[in-house]
């Protein structure tokens, strides 16, 4: 068996001490950030890439993993106790969640999450295993155009689940395209767009931009009058132990959550939000209990934290077989993997496997410590959920400033980002979501380079797009995608469910 | 209230797509950029093509914003703009001369100074627990080339 040989392989690298040690270093970081509301995982990781550069590539990689899907964790935590998601995976969590609380059940409402993520964390690990390497070999025979088609898809998925207006989303990604391209043209060498300044020769950073974009303008809004933070109540945990009757209710859900959360996660652009607020609506279709619903059922709380921590997952699978970030969560690891010199694509699980499996097997060891960390631990984040939001933002101003100078030791990217703080907090005001955009900055110059690629091969005949069949199947569903708004049922759940990312 | 706007959100947007996408036209034409042709595709090829798609999208907006209403944009978190924003600025630009030990804590303080729960025990200790916390793992720690003392004191 070559699948459990890899897996060997991973758990030698995975279960060293060091490895073990950041493992739980980025859980532990994941469970923090995903408990306090205001500061997610892309400006995380965002603030953490710089210290990465000093770790060898598999730990960092380790870690900032551990970090994305242990705030999927954390989220629920702050869900459950204080009816804010903490991060935007866990919005629907608050329905049900909360009011299990209320009725004195958080603490089986916590276990019920854990245990949710848990196993779906298993599952999508053993996907993970299963399905990447035949995926990369499918790679392998990606052309040009099926490369520019499978970002158009991207970017249509990501505009798709983008809140508020469908015509605002696509004009930031358009948005986003053009800023990606300033710095120096590939094929020319000529500067683009950069204003004589030697600082944007190589273009704009795109931790700057999103430093900038989720952290800066994040904090500014969160500064807004009315939006007080001040009297949270958390609810007392008496008991974690479900009964027996829960268990039986919570089996199903957890099952049906991981299978959507684990497909839907795949689909570049979505990543874990879509799948659970996908598992709550089929949850509550299907559940012989629907009229709980809103009232405390425990379906309601662990079929979508099982969809999200699959989400979370396998939402790397585009990332680490095809080299192209599905979310801006893995753009970030994509670009922590590049300055670890590995570029990200079909060959990292053939030239790198122990990187490649150790990665993988970190992420269902990060999902056991996950457990205990929420679980007997939750005293812990109870305390951090009551931190106000004052003491903790001038904070992350500080690790913002201080981390995009240590980017390339340059003022001006301190000067970039700012202004980044000031456009995004425009848009957000403007009801124009800045995570698409962010998305297309980062797949700007990679688009125009494949659609060059895909013109001189075809001699710049455009039909080449439709005539390969895996660039049209990708077209195809993104067609599908963008028709999927038009759909009111599902107009009507994008609506309520698609606030920041952050 | 005779104005024409139904929805100032779009009509912004709008007129902001449009300034970026003629901006970049301006900037290629200017500049001189080579379009080439779609088989050998200059430098402005693909940069064009995005603009007048971003303009064409600015405009739709900009024709919405007469006919659909739309909601108001809301409050603005101005203390929070102000005191957010030009005290990075101002990291930025000074941080070499004045250092980390003097930089940092104005970035807490002034920052901090845009809640509306603002005291100044709490928002002193933060400040010095910060800039500790920041020298010992950014620049002892990570080596990141940032002055504890600046130019301006010698440092």
Known sequence: MELIANLGLGLGVAATPINL????????????????????PTATISMLLPITFVLPPVSALIMLAGIYYGSQYGGSTTSILVNLPGEAASVVTTIDGYQMARQGRAGVALTAAAMGSFFAGTVATLLLALFAPPLAE????????DYFSLMVLGLVASVVLAHGSLLHAIGMVVLGLLLGLIGSDVTSGGQRFTFGLPQLADGIGFVVVAMGMFGLSEIIRNLEPGDDRAGLVTWKINRLMPTKEDWKRMVKPILRGTILGSALGILPGSGSILGSFAAYSLEKKVSKYSKEFGHGAIEGVA?????????????FIPMLTLGIPSNPVMALMAGAMIIQGIQPGPAVITEQPALFWGIIVSMWIGNLFLVILNLPLIGIWVRIIMVPYRYLYPAILCFCAIGVFSLNNSEFDIFLMALFGLLGYLFIKLDCEPAPMLLAFILGPLMEEYLRRAMLMSRGNPMVFLQRPISVTLLVIALLAILLVFVPAFSKTREEAFVDEG | MASPIRSIKEFLTGII?????????????????????????GPAYFPLVLS???????????????????TPVGAIAING???????TVLFGLLVRKLGLVIMLPLLVIISSYASRQFRWGPALALAVGMTIFCTLVFIKGLGVPLPILGSWFGG
Request: glycine share 14%.
């Open chain 1, 21 to 40: 040690l950041y493992c739980l270093a980025g859980v532990f970081l994941g469970t923090l950030i995903g408990v306090l509301p205001g500061l997610g």
């Open chain 1, 138 to 145: 499918v790679a392998l025979k990606f052309g040009p155009a």
């Open chain 1, 303 to 315: 079929a979508p934290e099982a969809a999200n921590n699959a989400g979370a997952q396998t939402s």
């Open chain 2, 17 to 41: 797509y449009m300034a970026i996408g003629s901006g970049a036209v301006l900037i290629a034409v200017l500049g001189d950029y080579k379009i080439g042709n779609a088989v050998k595709m």
């Open chain 2, 52 to 70: 007048f798609i971003l303009i064409f999208i600015g405009l739709i907006s900009l024709v919405r914003s007469f006919i659909k209403p739309g």
């Open chain 2, 81 to 87: 703009l102000v005191l957010v924003i030009i005290p």
